[in-house]
């Protein structure tokens, strides 16, 4: 008796959303050039970016990649950068000011504290033995 009930609701539940209704934007297929000229039409009316706009946007990415891929293999290759890399040098002091915030924290608190902090085993270092 419990088996055909619990089949017969399990197939009321994975039947319903079949049975559903196609909301009305469905199947329909790309719009044609005219839709497409008028959408451009009212996006430049309403003062949208247009196609040059975003043509313009995605020749500066292009460019960002191309410097940035150059940075890179002169880095691998040893060579020093070009004064544009801005950005690595921005790294580079951002990552001295952490290893001097790093070596400062050591010096604070009290001696107990400071033994305590040097006793402690860090998780990420799970091959020491403290």
Do not use: Y
């Not at 050039?33 to 196609?51: F, I, L, W, Y």
């Amino acid at each position: 008796m419990k088996t055909p009930l619990l089949s017969m609701l399990l197939a009321l539940s994975l039947a319903a959303p079949a049975m559903a209704e196609k909301p009305e934007w469905s199947g329909q297929s790309k719009p044609s050039g005219e839709q497409r000229e008028a959408h451009t039409a009212t996006m430049k009316a309403k003062g949208g970016r247009d196609e040059a706009d975003d043509m313009d946007g995605m020749k500066q990415k292009k460019e960002k990649l191309k410097k940035e891929k150059k940075l890179k293999e002169q880095k691998i290759k040893g060579e020093k950068a070009d004064k544009d890399s801005d950005d690595i040098k921005g790294l580079e002091k951002q990552k001295s000011q952490k290893a001097e915030q790093e070596m400062k924290e050591l010096g604070k608190g009290s001696e107990k504290g400071q033994e305590a902090r040097q006793q402690r085993k860090k998780w990420w270092r799970f091959w020491e033995e403290q």
